[in-house]
């Protein structure tokens, strides 16, 4: 019998726009893999998420980016509804979207990551916490939003409403260098893809726009950094406990790697680095995403 599968998409946060792209890739493919494929945009409304998957579903592909999508706020709610869900369960989203927690995990595993300070809005606003060049993060976004390089030169916050990504900031030491990034399937690193961009980092519209960065698959790095980044990418993976598909992004300072973060719902865009590592792998677009919706499960 056809399984039916509904793609979650859009949602209520800074990244509905990505989001909303990676659905329609997410639901083609579906589609076209033999999936009975219908599509949720819940926006910012629980209750009406909830009608729509009434009945319900024989799994959900979580498309949503950012929070409430994939912080563990929508998983908490396909738990208690027992649909099966793709990508990684509650607790793992939760703490990867969590900087700080997740970098605690990655040092605990032995990945080694920037020195970072957990300050308020107010205090960033009284002058530099870290030497310059330092990186400001909001705690809980992805896809670069509400990242800024503070480099010599840089004018300082004037005050805490200069801020608007939360009443907390993480102040991250810059690791120069290249930016290097690995996706997982499973227990398998697929592969090291070097990105560059000449908008200074990797940010929002460098990852989505149309020519905002090259993708160099794969990495131009020494076999010994390579096979590096595809094990540090795993180690990372099992220490937040995911499932399914992830990305580890990494700087690359010399012959150091340096770990930024672990995407646990990578984009499904045109532009995005998960279906183009599993193309290299040699795993078509529609492999993947039927793949991914047979690990589909909820917590239990």
Known sequence: MMKSVAVLMGGASAEREVSLVSGAAVAKGLAGAGYRVSTIDPGGDVAALIAALAPAPDAVFNALHGRYGEDGCVQGILNMLRIPYTHSGLLASALAMHKAMAKQLFADAGIACAEHRI????????????????????LNEGSSVGVRIVRPGDPVLTSADDWAAGAEVMVERFIPGRELTV??????????????????????????AAGGSTHVIP??????????????AVAAHQALG????????????????????????????????LPEQAAHAG?????????IVEQAEYDR
């Open 219 to 232: 990495a131009q790095v020494a076999a010994k950094v390579y096979d590096q980044a595809m094990a540090l």
């Open 242 to 273: 995911c499932r399914g598909v992830s990305r580890a992004d990494f700087r690359l300072d010399g012959d150091r790697l340096f770990i930024l973060e672990v995407n646990t719902q990578p984009g499904m865009t045109p532009t995005s680095l």
């Open 183 to 208: 996706a997982v399937m499973g227990d398998r690193a697929l592969a090291v893809t070097e990105i560059a961009t000449d908008r200074g980092f990797y940010d929002y519209d460098a990852k989505y």
């Open 283 to 291: 795993i078509p677009f529609q492999e993947l995403v039927s793949w």
């Open 119 to 138: 300050v308020s809005a107010a205090e960033l606003a009284k002058g530099d916490i870290l030497p310059r060049p330092y990186v400001l993060k909001p």
